[in-house]
């Protein structure tokens, strides 16, 4: 995987059921707004808040609306869940699995090593490592993603730490593998390009796919100063809706760009007038300040 990925929202309906007519809607606003690949079933799309069923039909509904390569999060805190998973992943048309480190029993790195090397064994489609300490309060070392880049069904990682010296850290101990490092932070996203990653998976892309898209382009076309400058004038976006409001926050800002997708599930809940009014604000200086770029 290369470029600009989302974690694409999941869509649901007023009793709470999974709109798959707007899911389709939206992956196809994605696409046609220059992002490079999709990602259903991750953290900004509930994926903890999908059954296992759900998850699958999300899946299939994305690969079956877009062109583009399709990155799906499969893990959940057991193996053998997300082993069936990423099985049921792989039959609904994804291209690879984005597993993120099970987190409830505090597993250290040599435990999590030892996981993803059998379930990269296993797995009809490569994997994807996912490290976001915020939702799992650990990070997958460098050294430890480095090791299992030498497997030949672990294609990359995406590291949602927010640290640029881990993702110069795990450029420098991937190079010689077939091995990508995607960002996962939408205010490092040029940075991170330009210590040698190879792309990012950034929830900013939901409400800005066009503008993200624009900082891999500007760095693909040698303008690191441009990729430098439409990333800094999305920072404040991507705070508030990975940062301050989160997946509600996503939803928000998408409804304002025109994509009703509804509200998050239980028990999430939806942004009150107050925190949209501001994010409006938010949204609106930001699509001014990277108008033509």
Same mark, same amino acid.
């Not at 992956?27 to 059954?51: H, I």
């Not at 699995?97 to 489609?125: C, H, K, N």
């Not at 990653?197 to 898209?213: H, I, K, M, Y």
């Given at each position: 995987?290369?470029?600009?990925?989302?974690? %694409?929202? $999941?869509?649901?309906?007023?009793?709470?059921?999974?709109?798959?007519d707007?899911l +389709?809607?939206?992956?196809?606003?994605?696409?046609?707004?220059?992002?490079?690949?999709?990602?259903?079933?991750?953290?900004t799309?509930?994926?903890p808040?999908? =059954?296992?069923?759900e998850?699958?039909?999300?899946?299939?509904?994305?690969?079956?609306?877009?062109? #583009?390569?399709?990155?799906?999060? $499969?893990? *959940?805190? !057991?193996?053998?869940?997300? #082993?069936?998973?990423?099985?049921?992943?792989?039959?609904?048309g994804?291209?690879? +699995?984005l597993?993120?480190?099970?987190?409830?029993?505090?597993?250290?790195?040599?435990? #999590?090593?030892?996981?993803?090397?059998?379930?990269?064994?296993?797995?009809?489609?490569?994997?994807?490592?996912?490290?976001?300490?915020?939702?799992?309060? *650990?990070? #997958?070392?460098?050294?430890?993603?480095?090791?299992?880049?030498t497997?030949?069904?672990i294609a990359?990682?995406?590291?949602?730490?927010?640290? %640029?010296?881990?993702?110069?850290?795990?450029?420098?101990?991937?190079?010689?593998?077939?091995?990508?490092v995607?960002?996962?932070?939408?205010? $490092?996203?040029?940075?991170?390009?330009?210590?040698?990653?190879? !792309?990012?998976?950034?929830?900013?892309?939901?409400?800005?796919?066009?503008?993200?898209? +624009?900082?891999?382009?500007?760095?693909?076309?040698g303008?690191?100063?441009?990729?430098?400058?439409?990333?800094?004038?999305l920072?404040e %976006?991507n705070?508030?809706?990975?940062? =301050?409001?989160?997946? +509600?926050?996503?939803?928000?800002?998408l409804?304002?760009?025109?994509?009703?997708?509804?509200?998050?599930?239980?028990?999430?809940?939806?942004?009150?007038?107050?925190?949209?009014?501001?994010?409006?604000?938010?949204?609106?200086?930001?699509?001014?300040? =990277?108008?033509?770029?």
């Amino acid at each position: 995987m290369y470029g600009t990925g989302v974690p %694409l929202v $999941t869509p649901f309906d007023d009793a709470g059921a999974i709109d798959h007519d707007r899911l +389709a809607m939206v992956a196809d606003w994605l696409e046609t707004n220059g992002v490079d690949f999709l990602v259903p079933c991750g953290s900004t799309g509930e994926a903890p808040l999908l =059954t296992a069923d759900e998850r699958r039909h999300v899946i299939e509904t994305v690969a079956e609306t877009t062109e #583009l390569p399709v990155l799906a999060g $499969t893990g *959940h805190e !057991g193996y053998e869940p997300t #082993l069936d998973t990423t099985e049921r992943a792989a039959e609904a048309g994804a291209d690879a +699995a984005l597993v993120v480190t099970p987190s409830y029993y505090g597993s250290d790195d040599a435990a #999590l090593e030892s996981y993803y090397r059998d379930l990269a064994d296993e797995s009809p489609i490569p994997i994807v490592l996912y490290s976001v300490p915020k939702f799992t309060d *650990h990070t #997958l070392s460098p050294q430890t993603a480095g090791s299992l880049a030498t497997h030949d069904n672990i294609a990359g990682i995406k590291d949602s730490s927010g640290s %640029l010296e881990s993702v110069q850290r795990l450029v420098t101990l991937t190079e010689d593998e077939a091995f990508s490092v995607l960002v996962g932070s939408g205010s $490092t996203y040029a940075s991170g390009l330009a210590v040698g990653a190879d !792309g990012g998976v950034l929830a900013l892309a939901n409400v800005a796919p066009e503008r993200a898209s +624009a900082i891999y382009r500007a760095h693909e076309e040698g303008r690191l100063d441009a990729a430098r400058a439409q990333n800094t004038a999305l920072v404040e %976006l991507n705070r508030a809706v990975t940062g =301050t409001y989160g997946v +509600a926050g996503v939803k928000a800002a998408l409804e304002l760009r025109g994509q009703d997708v509804g509200e998050p599930r239980r028990p999430l809940q939806a942004l009150q007038q107050e925190a949209r009014a501001t994010l409006e604000s938010i949204l609106d200086a930001a699509l001014e300040s =990277t108008a033509g770029r």
